[in-house]
């Protein structure tokens, strides 16, 4: 075994998280090694997660748009289609995203390793490569950003084949007839409302009364009504009795309520689990939660000091932009640089239709400040809404008391996860709802709704000041 080789920054993982890490830490000038267990750069996010089910999901969105737009023609997906014939594009973008990622940890002088981590003491790291090879590693700041993968509840058969998680759920030959998906949380929701839209019968199956609780209830009221329309039933508060495969051809899904479902498919989407079980976390004296997640501080430092832990490995929101933002002010906390001023991180669920939301939603509002003002534009009553078909849509502004300062925003609808940062500008400077109002918008869009709902608030304003006058 060869002599250890010291880097001042040592990354753990090349997703969201571990890439934006270890490009800060190049940026600042210090030597940055990343190890990675896949074979490219990006992780779970690029190979199986978010750029596969968002290819697969414009294509259900193409065919959403087709339908929109004739009149005359009977416009479906054939059965039994290939899955492989709607994602043409996935493995040029995976390429591509893959590629442009490694260029760019080469381009800042980055050393990329593929292999397999584990600690040998809190700063020295055993790596063995895919060719058996085993190099040692010591470093004065530690980034573990390993991720996570589907969690398998005791009790449900995952085969991969027949009832699949979401790691093998775009690895089905041919698109399904029907499909059952227990979970409610993002990635359940998402791939429900994608698959519905391809003409797939679709139920969703969770405990609680309604999916993406984190969510403002009259958003997710909205995006429910979206999906049982086009075809999509939800079975709100129910837990899985049994789920087995019937040997020729079905999945039987019994409730506890005694319902029973079949359906030729199965995904199982009820939460992650973080990978850290091969790090061998136990010589660093670090250990896990009951959640299995790692206990980090606000600046994602663990109880010691020079080991950070970022991204889906520290549990939810799970999300590709959070986790960005976690590898990058770790590094900048580790090295003593400015974090930069903390802002809320913008939610998007690329469901069919999209949801986004920034700042205090309608029910945190009113539990902070009891009385607020809500503001709401329609995407129906919007020119934009009407030319392009996106009339399932809703833009909302949470204000304070006095109807004057931004609290929140949240959108339901094609485009919420782009107009949403307009919101989080807003917020970030101490917006008010007159600035929206104030402001032109151009003619037709859907950012028109801002200054729609803040038209709305400014009248619920001189309504409320009348009243009093009088």
């Known amino acids: 075994m060869s002599s250890a080789t010291h880097y001042d920054i040592v990354v753990i993982g ?182 519905s839209a391809l003409g797939v019968h679709v139920t969703l199956v969770d405990r609680a009364e309604r999916p993406l609780q984190f969510l403002d209830e009259e958003l997710v009221r909205m995006f429910v009504q979206s999906f049982e329309q086009g075809g999509g039933r939800y079975c709100a508060g129910q837990a899985i009795k049994d789920v087995r495969w019937d040997g020729i051809s079905q999945v039987v899904t019994t409730l506890q309520d005694g319902q029973v479902i079949t359906s030729d498919k199965m995904l199982v989407a009820v939460g992650r689990q973080p990978n850290l079980e091969d790090l061998n976390l136990g010589a660093t004296g670090l250990t896990l939660t009951e959640k299995g997640t790692l206990a980090v501080n606000e600046h994602c430092q663990t109880a010691l000091p020079h080991i950070y832990g970022v991204g889906d490995l520290l549990g939810p929101p799970g999300l590709a932009s959070s986790a960005m933002e976690q590898g990058r002010r770790a590094v900048c906390h580790a090295l003593g640089l400015p974090e930069g001023r903390s802002s809320d991180i913008p939610i998007g669920i690329y469901t069919i239709p999209e949801m986004a939301s920034i700042g205090l939603d309608e029910a945190a509002a009113r539990t902070r400040y009891r009385e607020v003002l809500v503001g709401r534009a329609r995407f129906d009553e919007i020119a934009r809404g009407q030319i392009s078909g996106i009339c399932n849509g809703l833009l909302k502004l949470v204000a304070d008391p006095t109807g004057e300062y931004l609290l929140g925003v949240q959108i339901v609808g094609e485009g919420a996860t782009e107009l949403i940062h307009v919101g989080q500008i807003a917020l970030q400077h101490a917006g008010t709802i007159d600035s929206f109002v104030e402001n032109i918008f151009n003619f037709p869009t859907l950012a028109e709704g801002y200054r729609i709902a803040a038209l709305d608030i400014a009248g619920q304003r001189q309504k409320r000041l009348a009243s009093n006058v009088a």
């Open 14 to 195: 090349s997703g969201p998280a571990g890439q934006k890490a270890a490009i800060q830490g190049a940026k600042a000038g210090k030597r940055v090694a990343v190890i990675e267990r896949e074979p490219g750069v990006g992780g779970g996010c690029v190979y199986r997660g978010t750029i596969p089910s968002k290819t697969l999901r414009e294509s259900a969105l193409q065919l959403e748009r087709t339908k929109q737009s004739s009149t005359t023609l009977d416009v479906r997906v054939p059965p039994n289609i290939p899955v492989a014939s709607l994602m043409r594009r996935v493995d040029d973008v995976v390429k591509a995203h893959g590629l442009y990622m490694e260029n760019q940890l080469k381009r800042n002088g980055i050393s990329f390793f593929h292999g397999r981590a584990k600690f040998c003491s809190p700063t020295l790291i055993e790596m063995l490569s895919i060719d058996g090879i085993t190099q040692l590693i010591t470093a004065d700041t530690i980034v573990i950003a390993t991720g996570s993968r589907p969690r398998a509840p005791a009790g449900i058969p995952i085969d991969h084949e027949n009832i699949l998680d979401s790691d093998s759920i775009l690895s089905m030959i041919y698109l399904p007839r029907s499909l059952t998906v227990l979970g409610g949380g993002v990635v359940a929701s998402e791939y429900a409302s994608i698959f």
